[in-house]
């Protein structure tokens, strides 16, 4: 991967070709079957992942509409 920019990454046709060859029916097999207890489990065991955006989190959550004006 080259990268061009902090928040940009350009995908070469190889790098595409080798994420294809690792998509194998087994794999979505296994992703197919991982129930959301599982998916809690390995969130919960990795330090680097970030905090699960369920229901708690957007229940204190507020919507702020910005006005028409502040966009011009």
Do not use: C, N, Q, Y
Not at 10 to 26: G, I, N, S
Not at 39 to 58: E, G, N, Q, R, S
Request: aromatic fraction near 4%; glycine fraction near 2%; avoid cysteine.
């Amino acid at each position: 991967m080259t990268e061009t920019g902090e928040s940009t990454v350009t995908v070469t046709p190889e790098l595409l070709e080798e994420a294809r060859r690792k998509v194998t029916p087994e794999l979505l097999a296994w992703l197919d079957a991982l129930t959301d207890d599982d998916i809690a489990t390995m969130v919960a065991a990795d330090p680097d992942a970030a905090p699960a955006l369920d229901d708690p989190v957007f229940d204190h959550a507020v919507i702020v509409r910005p006005f028409k004006d502040a966009a011009e």
